[in-house]
């Protein structure tokens, strides 16, 4: 389906100014707020690990409880490698964290913030 002249025109004035004119104090202000571009990088980085549904379902049950490889493969409905390779990159980005209990292993969030990260995402797409 094709776009309406009405349409491009809306799109046309959203996209560009009218007056082309520069605000220097906000551009001033905002540049020293911009974090490093190595630190813009590790965010994208990091988002990217929530590009994922499997991910995420991996994330969203550690966010509720400590768990093996075995039961969050019977939760998911998933084989093993598939976790487990899931889990090793969540594990080098620190996102989650692991502990040794005799022979089994139990992975949990690395911290509160990842939380924080799933609930506030949660929470914009569930807004009416």
């Excluded at 019977?74 to 209990?101: E, G, W, Y």
């Amino acid at each position: 389906m094709g776009t309406t002249k009405a349409q491009q025109r809306a799109q046309e004035t959203i996209e560009s100014c009218i007056t082309k004119g520069i605000h220097r104090n906000i551009i001033r202000t905002v540049k020293q707020s911009l974090p490093d571009p190595i630190h813009l990088y590790d965010l994208a980085d990091l988002f990217k690990l929530f590009g994922d549904s499997t991910r995420l379902g991996i994330i969203w049950a550690l966010s509720e409880s400590e768990m093996c490889v075995c039961d969050l493969c019977a939760l998911l409905k998933m084989k093993q490698p598939a976790v487990s390779h899931q889990l090793k990159n969540l594990k080098q980005a620190r996102i989650v964290k692991s502990r040794r209990d005799g022979k089994v292993i139990y992975y949990s969030l690395d911290d509160d913030h990842i939380r924080k990260l799933l609930n506030l995402g949660m929470e914009h797409i569930l807004e009416a």
